[in-house]
């Protein structure tokens, strides 16, 4: 087992320089470690692999914070902030001590089911699964299968993360304007352009679903950002 976790680690460190991105937007070629080490780890660890169909059948009880079920990215904030599973915390496996109160602060209980992961054979997820079976959760899923999540559904951004695709060309909805969609299915945007729907936290469930109507009508760089139109200006 120790052998084993020893090889975890050091393909992790092969593989720093990429960190397992994932954004909106196509990223760079990413040197990850084999899927069949990874998975062999999880086993190692008694852990669950899942795949991006059962995350998004979770998604509605994600979406309702229904308690049920809460989701973990372990990227590091600079890739995070570009797009992310709707909802998903950001533990940084690198900086787990560091985070970790945070999410205490949530008073999640031990046995709820936390997804890990983007979809991708990285072996920062694993390294909060190591930590987190260490303080006592015991229903962790390792979403480690292909295929990578935003390949299948839309994705969150913070502000920083808006104002880069922004910055990039992408196409805002501000859906303070828009409740309905209407003033953007007008344009005619083009398919594979970035699109960032931009609403009121309070309103989240409503943004989601707004969201979930754009990348359902062909916009598959779809983005949503929780908050102030002013906070990305």
Known sequence: MKKFLFLILALSLLSITSICSAQVVSGPSIALPPAEVILNACKEMGVEAVGGEYVISRMDDLINKSGKVFIIDARPARTYNDGFIPTAFNMY????????????????????????GIGRPCPMSLGDIKRLKAKGFTNLKAFVKA?????KYFSEVTAKGAKKHISNGAVVVNLTDDADLSKFFATNTEKDKIVVLIGSADNAKTNYRLAD??????????AVFNGNIKDIK
């Open 147 to 151: 295929p990578v999540f935003f390949e």
């Open 93 to 116: 496996d690198a900086k787990f001590n560091l985070i970790y109160p945070e999410l205490e602060k949530l008073n999640l209980p031990k046995d709820t089911e936390i997804l890990i």
């Open 213 to 222: 109507k754009v990348y359902k009508a062909g916009y598959k760089n779809t």
